[in-house]
């Protein structure tokens, strides 16, 4: 498996906050070596690609994408050496790791910077983008509308504007001097001589702005990143290029070039209306967007998700759904950050089991390769009073032992507390339970390892009715799946078109089941069926 170079067509992939996960000295700081101990935990979870949050030494304003050294590990996550331990240890397993590649912007306290705003005259001037006014490429949105009321921020020192398009802490690089574009490769090539599996590559749409444009999907930056990738190509086949673009699908279409760019590219907009599919008790938004979503190349993939560790972004929907998502799943001001929600999957589901596996098994058969966010999988709670995006970013529950056996010193932040609190969910006590969600999603993830359908099949959404559920086949090869979810929490019926009325085996149970004329599903239920020869 582990010389395929097409392996992220079937993969599932996991989230890791580095920091949050596995503390293995005892310094109240997750790092490298935790996650070396923890995976056999995810082996069993049956996850095949880690995606590692930054590690790079940062301030930590902005979570470690503001990066101050590219080449570096910082000390409170371990060394270099820990990581290609880490990186062997998992490829021993059939386990890869991918990395967070921040090219937009770096940190103020990186040297670039420092050197950059020191004099005007400096050969690193350059790097960044500054201005005598601040009211260039004034057709530019902001980000984080929470706290930034500008693109542009003045510095005194050289009494010119720099532009970022996140925290003023982050000034945006300068991709228009061809010196920044090629350390950027050499960055990327650093890692990859390290052994890493490729990158997640963040904040993509905003590497080069020019004037008359909102500064996002530049012809420009497509051009790039096509160099990124060709770079990739000739050195490190095999290795992913992941985007991080949040976008309309047919603006997130582009960075998939003729299968030249990106591998594989987040798919934003069909995650909100998974959430609002199970509120609505109707599969009509998914069906939808599903619809607007252009074909890909056929070496690209899809990565879905459900939750991630930045707010449920509500960008990619109208601002009626926007606020009406925020009513349904935010009903307090302080659960909202930005356009979105900083909550976790199973606060936004209720805490109930059901909805959240049938959430995953909607994840797990459309479209795409899935991601699951470190700790979702059992169903962890969040901590609204911590500030930012840092609620959704508490340590992982392991055990119901001190810090939830996160650490055994002074965890660097708040646990979660209440109801969703290590005390009564937690990963050990998951394993031990054969009815647990985690055991639930661990059946999802390794059944869907062994058909090809759910990562390469067609999609074709099946009449039903019943509105209340969604169906759909998936066809690969000979194969047939059909998969059926009741969006509802009451018994449903439904009658299938003839041509699906036959027999088939249920994949997460192994039994036999006939469809006859109509059909009976439990509450929330969904089933995976392979249709018999
Ligand atoms: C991406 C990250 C987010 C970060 C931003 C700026 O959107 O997911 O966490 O704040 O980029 O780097």
Redesign the pocket.
Known sequence: MINDNLWYKDAAFYQISVRAFKDSNSDGYGDLQGIKEKLDYLQTLGVDCLWLMPIYPSPLR??G?DIADYRNIDPMYGTLDDFTSLINSAHARGIRIIMDL?LN?TSDEHPWFKASRSDKNSSFRDYYVWSETDQKYNGTRIIFVDTEKSNWTWDDKTEQYYWHR?YAS?PDLNFDNPKVQEEMINIARFWLDLGVDGFRA??VPYLFEREGTNCENLPETHAYLKKLRAFMEANYPGRILLC?ANQAPEDVRPYFGDGDEFHMGFHFPIMPRIYMALKKERADDMIEILRRTPPIPENCQWCTFLRN??ELTLEMVTPQERQWMWEQYAPEPRMRINLGIRRRLAPLLDNDQRKVELANSLLFTLPGSPIIYYGDEIGMGDNIELPD?NGVRTPMQWDDSPNGGFTAGAPCTELVKGELSYENINAASQLADKDSLLQSISRMINVRKEHHAFGSGSMEWVESTNPSLAVYKREYNGETLLIINNLTGKPQAAALPLEHQTEYVDLLSNAEVRIKTSLNLEPFAYLWLRQKI
């Open positions: 902005d979570d994408y921040v912007h996140f982050q963040d904040a991080e560790h930045d995006r």
